[in-house]
């Protein structure tokens, strides 16, 4: 996939169904591998591109599932490798560009390396997917991620209970 992704960096995939990689066609990575090898040897980019796209998605779900599973039993190290491995697969992967962000900064929160990973990660995400529902959230958090980045540490931000003693009545 990767190599037809680089090859092929500035063609917009094609509908999966015209590329006949659809999961109704090619059921199996394999088969639908073969074919975008084809489809390139053809010159044929986009459909291409869809199928390799296509044929890794078990792969890169995989990585995802593993690393919210990691985060969930509480190893966030291990969490964000998976992801790190779903992202060398597909760069452009929401999923993983969404857990990555959240999982650095919910867990290394006084690294500002981390944070600014985070923030990137996030960053790309919006770049990626700007209708995605988890869209908002992440324009929600941004703002305090940058200031955390900006006070040196997420521990350094202003806690709830003090912004609401600061409200107005």
């Not at 990575?29 to 090898?37: E, G, V």
């Not at 869809?50 to 919210?68: S, T």
């Not at 923030?119 to 958090?141: H, Y």
Request: aromatic share 4%.
């Amino acid at each position: 996939y990767q190599a037809i992704a680089s090859a092929d960096a500035k063609v917009e995939p094609a509908d999966l169904k015209a590329a006949g990689c659809d999961r109704a066609t090619l059921r199996d990575s394999d088969p639908m591998m073969a074919r975008a090898k084809k489809l390139q040897a053809e010159g044929k980019k986009p459909q291409a591109l869809a199928c390799a796209h296509e044929a890794v998605r078990p792969v890169v779900m995989a990585h995802q599932r593993r690393g919210n599973a990691f985060y969930l039993v509480g190893n966030a190290a291990e969490a964000v490798k998976e992801h790190d491995d779903a992202l060398a697969i597909d760069p452009d992967e929401p999923e993983s560009l969404f857990f990555r962000g959240a999982i650095l900064f919910d867990t290394r929160g006084d690294d500002l390396a981390a944070l600014k990973e985070a923030q990137a990660s996030w960053q790309r995400f919006l770049a990626v997917a700007p209708d995605s529902p988890r869209a908002q959230a992440v324009k929600q958090m941004l703002p305090k991620l940058a200031e955390a980045i900006r006070l040196g540490g997420a521990s350094k931000l202003p806690h709830p209970a003090e912004l609401a003693a600061d409200a107005p009545p």
